[in-house]
């Protein structure tokens, strides 16, 4: 079984790599590199950055293709398999179909956990390369613009002293609106300040207007004063400020937590961002549900050839990612929560890939 289970996992192997080439293909072409020919067109944009281009667009493509290329890797690993008639001759032998499918499916989630960690460590920094050097360097575009919640962070010696959220940031008046300011003492909130507004001056401050301020360092005190205006204690232009912003994309999960505790208490909708931080699990997931739709449907009773494995590979696709766009939109609503909307498409393809194994096995 040892020399059985190497074979089918080479098989397997060869053909995740080569769908991974191949639709990473696809995608560069279709998508990344008509935004960089409006880059050449439009801006000028070096050949250097033209590579750096394509180099950080990668990681988040190659994430997307990981479940594409499993459901290759098992439609045409199999589909080989019961072409040349070697499913019949290992049945012969006594060995099932599930114990056949079993290299792929340990292979598989090890692809989906890979993929996890890849879509933790180098996804969200390669985006924000990405985003950086288009805005920046690119389109030579250092003006900034008007964005929604804001964080501003403040940490010393790894323990977080002030935490800033403003509502938005209006690029036209040069305010950050409705803010929300926790000052911190040995991890502890001592003081609360809730503002109107804070407009950045010409004295290169920014100043709060019409604001309150709790104190709560004193144990079971509370005490309250109102404030006309006060200068807020950050030392950011509003330029640095959108600089250090990150888009969800951009984000890991440990900062999509972080980013979604910091918008409930400012009771923001955080719908959203939680279907972005669920769907970092079940995209990478979706390796191995589509190992044990693709390992079944792979068995063909007449030889064939492998553009057949293409076509359903497409087909399944893109059920599935129309699953996907409509679990994610049904979780942005209100009807499921985020956590469980996401989880349809993989759960779908489970049980449909179940069954499939069952009645092969049969």
């Known amino acids: 079984m040892r020399i059985l289970d190497k074979y089918i996992l080479k098989e397997t192997i060869m053909t995740f790599l080569f769908g991974v080439c191949a639709f990473s293909a696809v995608f560069l072409g279709s998508g990344t590199l008509l935004r960089i020919a409006q880059y050449i067109t439009q801006y000028g944009a070096s050949f250097s950055a033209i590579v750096r281009l394509i180099i950080y667009s990668l990681p988040g ?54 993929s996890i960690g890849f879509n933790e460590y180098v996804v969200p920094a390669s985006n924000q390369a990405y985003a950086d050097l288009v805005r920046y360097e690119i389109q030579g575009n250092t ?25 938005r940031y209006d690029a036209e008046t040069g305010r950050l609106d409705n803010l929300s300011i926790q000052e911190f003492e040995k991890n502890k909130m001592v003081r609360v300040e809730n503002a109107e507004y804070a407009q950045w001056d010409t004295d290169d401050n920014w100043v709060m207007y ?77 390796s ?49 929560p985020p956590a469980i909307a996401v989880w349809i498409p993989n759960i779908v393809t489970l049980i449909v890939g179940c069954y499939l194994i069952r009645k092969e096995s049969k």
């Open 210 to 286: 019409n604001g309150v301020l709790y104190d709560l360092s004193q144990p079971d005190t509370e005490r309250m004063m109102k404030f006309d205006s006060q200068v807020l204690p950050i030392n950011q232009n509003p330029n640095q400020i959108i600089r250090s912003q990150k888009k969800p994309d951009e984000m890991s999960i440990k900062e999509l937590k972080e980013q979604i505790d910091i918008m409930k208490s400012q009771y923001v909708d955080t719908r959203k961002i939680e279907t972005e931080l669920y769907q970092r699990f079940t995209v990478p997931m979706a």
């Open 288 to 336: 191995l549900m589509f190992a044990l739709i693709g390992a079944p449907l792979g068995i063909q009773p007449n030889r064939s050839s492998s553009s057949i494995g293409f076509g359903i590979s497409i087909i399944i696709i893109f059920i599935y990612y129309t699953l996907m766009t409509l679990a994610g939109a049904i979780g942005q609503s209100s009807f499921i």
């Open 143 to 167: 003006t900034p613009e008007s964005q929604d919640h804001i964080i501003i962070k403040q940490i010393q010696d790894g323990n977080i002293q002030r935490l800033v959220y403003a509502r």
């Open 61 to 114: 493509i190659i994430v997307w293709t990981f479940p594409m290329s499993m459901l290759l890797a098992a439609l045409l690993t199999f589909g080989r398999l019961s072409g040349n008639s070697e499913i019949i001759a290992m049945r012969a032998c006594g060995i099932s179909f599930k114990r056949l499918v079993t290299p792929v499916i340990v292979f598989s989630l090890g692809v989906s956990i890979f």
